[in-house]
């Protein structure tokens, strides 16, 4: 989509497809869905079809022209892995991520057991060899000869799955872990979790095999709170086995901290939370109060500070 990304974890993002459809509830508020269907009808925007899918071959080959080195969200309107998507388009992707080193890509999904079957497929080194050769025509002939050829795993991709919840999130940890991409953590390939919008207490997770965890409140319109006991579990378990983790923004919702407007009113509108998830629940467990400041005021400190490990990574 662009060349320069206000996501936090990322320099920029790139999207050779648009669209999607959602899967499971972390979907719920998708932004990339609620942006796409704003310029739905708009003659000549990129998201005229809003969120339908589809593939955008004219993009395939923009990172090639991106000369400085980026971190680069791929698909952060969309789903790589989507059923929609043919293996062939996958392919020409990865093609180009193989022959631009230069940059390190992060593939994000929710389709786990997808993205899974693609990699566990016989054939997935000709393919790439293919794609690399076919990405790079009409980039001043040469560009295969100086780039080389890139084998699996490339060593500039890192491979994620989104985790929102136990039932549809914490399987995919495990389809992650079986895509035959990499030695990750501390092989060529990182592989990561994104754990945003938590929705719920996630429990004991396996971590391993991960070498970083991103954590996330939900924001936006009818965005859901978070309980900082559901965080400060993740990063406890992060810590104790050396596992990088990025709190990225509580969202709209953030523990009451008493603030108050110049009138001395309260504006911020807020609610209790307990640890199974429940609002106005019961008075027995661990109950806090949560104001809803909006993303920006919440802000992304967590225990008292910004927490934006990165996984250290040589290619
Ligand atoms: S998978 Fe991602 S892009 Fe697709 S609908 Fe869900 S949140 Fe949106």
New binding site residues.
Partial sequence: MAEHSAIEWTDATWNPTRG????SP??TH?Y??TFAERFRGVPGHPYEQGFDLRLVPDKLQDPIGWKKPRMIFVNSM??LFHEDIPDEFIDQVFGVMGITRRHTYQVLT?RGERMRDYFNTVGKTRRLLEAQREMAKGHGGDLMNRAGMSMWPLPNVWFGVSVENRKHGLPRIEHLRSCSVGRGPVGPTVRFLSIEPLLEDLGPIDLTGIGWVIVGGESGHGARPMHPEWVRSIRDQCVAAGVPFFFKQWGEWAEDTGQVNEQGRDPWPHTWIDQSGSQWGGFDTGRIRLRRFGKRFAGRLFDGREWNEMPEVAH
């Fill in positions: 999607c459809t959602k899967i972390g979907c998708c990339a869905e969309s789903d929710k």
